[in-house]
């Protein structure tokens, strides 16, 4: 079962920051997972939530703020003092960490509470621009972004993300459509997701920090977890 470094090395390091990604790119994990959101001046930053209160020294939208405003405010401190002064990255300024890794890149587009007019065309733009075609998931709650996203790029693959399974999931991920379903735990070992599993579709769970729950996940079938912790995870599922 492949590993994605949930937000960077996120249990370890402040969520979706440079310092978060420099960890999981020296780890022998699968792949790196982070959140993109659009600024007010059209600029893809990389950031969790809408609004950078919980993660910054700041208040207020993203898309109401610019880049260099964003770039005032500290995003480290708030994990601990170690990191005072890490600034909010862009997505290219991410993308560069894992330029000459073997690293899986999954961007999540965070495009389901505010609509990020533009958004899926600059993320492919700038994916093709660098080359990472062939590296990159592009996966969203917004299932439209990611509808969009096949019509633009066929060859980047997608992932449709749920909190929870829907009836007859197969034909609605194919509909999308999508290669791959990415689903809240513990909704992954639903029965339903049985058709999911037979349909050779790859199902990849989050945010799984549980060594007995990950060992769970892979009996049942799942490609991948999402867990903050990607290097204790490693140690474990390798040790097994
Ligand atoms: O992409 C998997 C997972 O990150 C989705 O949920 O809220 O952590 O962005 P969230
Ligand atoms: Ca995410």
Redesign the pocket.
Known sequence: MNI?A??GASGTYPENTISAFKEASYLPVHGV?F?VHMTADNELVVI?DEKINRTSDGKGYVKDMTLSELKNHDFGSWFSADFAGETIPTLQEVLEVFSSTHHVL?I?L?SDIFPYDGMVEKVIELVTAMQMESRVIL?S?DHGAIQKAKQLAPSIKT?A?FMEVLVNPVDYIRNIPADAL?V?FPAAIRPSMQEVFEAGLPV?T??VNDEKYAKMLEQAGVEAI?TDYPEKMYTILQAK
């Open positions: 994605f949930h937000r997972e959140d969790h999954n999540e965070k996966s709650f992932g993300l990415h809240l990849r989050f945010t999402f």
